[in-house]
């Protein structure tokens, strides 16, 4: 008898001690080692996650001192990250990753006063006017669309001679 109980006090010593040991760690620590066990398989696939938003060099370039919270969001588009706490400062933040792995990691930070952006800081800052290159023009020819016949009444007609002709799209009197 007194071994049962001895064995039942040592099974709730480590039954608590194991759930306690749970309470602990986050879900992300607990899984850790199963998770880089699973990424060391060449054959699991790991896709490319993008979140956030995309704030590229050239747009950044375009902000300046002044300028208002409705301009600002058309340029950069809304930011990811808005807190109640401070309004006047909008975060965009960015990441790429390949599978739980970030590979990439940039944030802006804005700040307004009186509904104008005043300073920013984070991975981008604006180029001075002089390093920047002029936009370069491009001309792209795209020849007219000429729709073919689409259902068997025009293909039919095409046949015979009496549907819709390319020539006179081409050359029109």
Known sequence: MAMAQL???????????????????????????VHSLLERFPWM???????????????????????????????????????????????????????????????????????RLTRLEGDYHPEPQADREAPKEQVVSVPDYVPEP???FDWLMSHVGLGHDKEDDEHPE
């Open 45 to 115: 696939y790991r896709p490319e996650i993008q979140q956030g938003n995309i704030v590229t060099q050239e747009a950044v370039n375009r902000l300046k001192p002044g300028m208002s919270k409705r301009r600002v969001r058309f340029l950069l588009g809304s930011p990811m990250l808005t807190d109640t706490f401070h309004p006047d400062r909008w975060n965009y933040v960015y990441t790429l990753g390949k599978g739980s792995r970030i590979a990439e990691e940039k944030r802006l930070v804005l700040f307004f006063e009186d509904d």
């Open 7 to 33: 064995m039942q006090k040592i099974l709730i010593i480590v039954a608590s001690a194991l759930l306690l040991a749970a309470c602990g760690s986050t879900p992300e620590q607990r899984w850790r080692p």
């Open 150 to 152: 689409t259902g068997v």
